[in-house]
């Protein structure tokens, strides 16, 4: 009875996928005071900040991510990465060479106190602005509303859905142009299709 219910809803919604291209507007933020963001080479900072070893950022930074901090005054409020040439989605179980040219973003966190403050797109622009690349992807669960709203202040645009069907395998659902649904398929190497 279960499994027949799960059919007749249709596949899962697991998560979003974005991209903001070279020369796509980047819209205006409201002042963050005293924001700055940045890459970081501090391993012991970044350690202290993500909850990671610093034998874990160093491996990172070796695979060629590199950790951007946002900062109020002195004091770090946000930060993220930015993958060069991999990039590993777990929760789909996939891993990708990015082409030079593409980047692709992850885990992003904003402190507590922070959240409601436009940090996350201010951090997400000056990435886009400061990175040498021409493409640029991320991904969120399908319900981080947070992360989504933070998007699209930043400019990013939704480009698809990736779902899972009752029977475990996992699709890609368009909902941007035929370029851009194509790119990210390269990537996550997911069946394309219409619901």
């Known amino acids: 009875m279960d499994q027949v219910r799960a059919e007749e809803a249709g596949p899962e919604v697991i998560g979003h996928f ?51 901090l946002a900062r109020i005054g002195d004091v770090p409020v946000g930060w993220g990465w930015v993958a060069a040439r991999e990039a590993v989605i777990p929760e789909l179980g996939i891993t990708f060479a990015l082409l030079p040219g593409d980047r692709y973003l992850w885990d992003f966190m904003t402190l507590p ?33 947070a992360s989504a709203r933070g ?13 899972r069907r009752a029977d475990g395998h996992l699709m890609f659902v368009p909902s941007a142009s035929a370029e851009r649904a194509a790119a990210a398929v390269v990537y996550l190497s997911l069946p394309m299709t219409d619901l």
């Open 18 to 68: 974005s991209t903001w291209w070279r020369g796509d507007p980047l819209p205006r933020l409201r002042a963050v005071p005293a924001l700055t963001a940045g890459s970081c080479q501090d391993v012991r900072l970044v350690a202290s900040l993500t909850g990671l070893d610093a034998t874990a950022v160093r491996e990172r930074l070796q695979r060629g991510h590199q950790p951007w």
């Open 151 to 163: 998007l699209a202040k930043a400019g990013f645009r939704e480009v698809g859905t990736a779902h």
């Open 113 to 145: 106190a922070w959240r409601g403050h436009d940090v996350y797109p201010a951090l997400l622009q000056t990435i886009l602005v400061e990175e040498e690349a021409m493409r640029f992807w991320i991904g969120h669960g399908r319900d981080n509303a």
